[in-house]
T-cell receptor, first 119, second 113 residues
C-alpha cells in the first residue's frame, strides 16, 4: 500500500475485555515497530519486529500485552484484560531495512494510529 | 538510558515570526536525531534528520543542527506560516540494535494570521 495502515482508527472497550489492533506496514518493509502515545505525551516504544522475529519487546508494559507478526508482514497488538491505564493511541511504524550498519538510518513511516479508550 | 527533553509548549506565534523549539538529549554513543511533525488529524511525519555531529537537517524551511558539544538539536524556521501549526516531536535512535525511537514530549505550535 501507499502507507502504513492501522485498524480500527477508534476502539472503545469495557475494562476487562480483550482487544486486537492491526497494522499493515508498507509493502516490503522489513522492520515494524509499535509505540504507545498517552494524551499530551510523546510516543513510547513497545516492541520491534524484523520480518517475523520479535527482536525487542522491552517496552511492553505488562504480560497482558502481546504482539505478533507471523508472516513478516501484517502485525497484531493484543491487549488482554484491558485496564483504564491502557487508554492511549497505539502507533505502528515500519521501515525498509533491518538493524545496524549505515542503513540503520532509514526513517520510520508511521500510521495514523488506533485510539483506544477503556471505559 | 537515552532520553529527549523538549521545550514545553504550547507555543503561539504570529505569522512570519522566527521559530525556535529547543531539544536536548542524553544518549550513549552517537545517536541519530530526528524531528517529527503531527498535523491536526494526521499521523506522525518525518520532518528532518541528522545522523552525525555538525550535520544540518533541513526541510520545508525548517532546519536543525546536530550539536554534540551541547547535546542539542534545536528546530528553527525563519518565517512561520499558519500551515505550520502542528505538534513537533524531537526524537533520537540508537545506531545499534533496534533503532527504536525515543521521543520528547512534543511541543504544540499555533501560528496566528
Amino acid at each position: 500500500g501507499a502507507g502504513v495502515s492501522q485498524s480500527p482508527r477508534y476502539k472503545v472497550a469495557k475494562r476487562g475485555q480483550d482487544v486486537a489492533l492491526r497494522c499493515d506496514p508498507i509493502s516490503g518493509h522489513v522492520s515494524l515497530f509499535w509505540y504507545q502515545q498517552a494524551l499530551g505525551q510523546g510516543p513510547e516504544f513497545l516492541t520491534y519486529f524484523q520480518n517475523e522475529a520479535q527482536l525487542d519487546k522491552s517496552g511492553l508494559p505488562s504480560d497482558r500485552f502481546f504482539a505478533e507478526r507471523p508472516e513478516g508482514s501484517v502485525s497484531t497488538l493484543k491487549i488482554q484484560r484491558t485496564q483504564q491505564e491502557d487508554s492511549a493511541v497505539y502507533l505502528c511504524a515500519s521501515s525498509l531495512v533491518g538493524t545496524g550498519g549505515r542503513s540503520s538510518n532509514q526513517p520510520q513511516h508511521f500510521g495514523d494510529g488506533t485510539r483506544l479508550s477503556i471505559l | 538510558g537515552n532520553s529527549v527533553t523538549q521545550m514545553e509548549g504550547p507555543v503561539t506565534l504570529s505569522e512570519e515570526a522566527f521559530l525556535t523549539i529547543n531539544c536536548t538529549y542524553t544518549a550513549t554513543g552517537y545517536p541519530s536525531l530526528f524531528w517529527y511533525v503531527q498535523y491536526p488529524g494526521e499521523g506522525l511525519q518525518l520532518l528532518l534528520k541528522a545522523t552525525k555531529a555538525d550535520d544540518k537537517g533541513s526541510n520545508k524551511g525548517f532546519e536543525a543542527t546536530y550539536r554534540k558539544e551541547t547535546t542539542s538539536f534545536h528546530l528553527e524556521k525563519g518565517s512561520v506560516q499558519v500551515s505550520d501549526s502542528a505538534v513537533y516531536f524531537c526524537a533520537l535512535s540508537d545506531r545499534q540494535g533496534a533503532q527504536k525511537l525515543v521521543f520528547g514530549q512534543g511541543t504544540r505550535l499555533t501560528i496566528n494570521p
